[in-house]
Nanobody
Framework: VQLQASGGGLVQAGGSLRLSCAAS????????MGWFRQAPGKEREFVAG????????DYAESVKGQFTIFRDNAKNMVFLQMNSLKPEDAAVYYC?????????????????WGQGTLVTVSS
């Protein structure tokens, strides 16, 4: 599946952004989807994941209660709603997908990646 992330931008601390990831090419509804982020000088880290039907979600501890992942299989889209943004949330955000059972935090288990979208949070 081909993935294209969008929705990043500059936001003040405390603000919100919604990231979108559009999928094409394969049966999107078969895919577990995840969002990862990578800040300068840091490793890529798992942010959130969602099962193929959307019934199961998982989050990094650092974003629980702050971010929400959801998907619309009819539109081949997955979203990441980010609220109460902090400067430490600034990063390039990537969407990723894999056909598997269950959400995984492990980046190398995902075999489809979007190009990334930059989120900047001003303090």
């Amino acid at each position: 599946v081909q993935l294209q992330a969008s929705g990043g931008g500059l936001v003040q601390a405390g603000g919100s952004l919604r990231l979108s990831c559009a999928a094409s090419g394969r049966t999107f509804s078969n895919y577990v989807m995840g969002w990862f982020r990578q800040a300068p000088g840091k490793e890529r880290e798992f942010v959130a994941g969602i099962s193929w039907r959307g019934g199961t979600t998982d989050y990094a501890e650092s974003v629980k209660g702050q971010f929400t992942i959801f998907r619309d299989n009819a539109k081949n889209m997955v979203f990441l709603q980010m609220n109460s943004l902090k400067p430490e949330d600034a990063a390039v955000y990537y969407c990723a997908g894999v056909v598997r059972v269950g959400v995984t935090h492990v980046s190398w288990e995902y075999d489809s990646w979007g190009q990334g979208t930059l989120v900047t949070v001003s303090s």
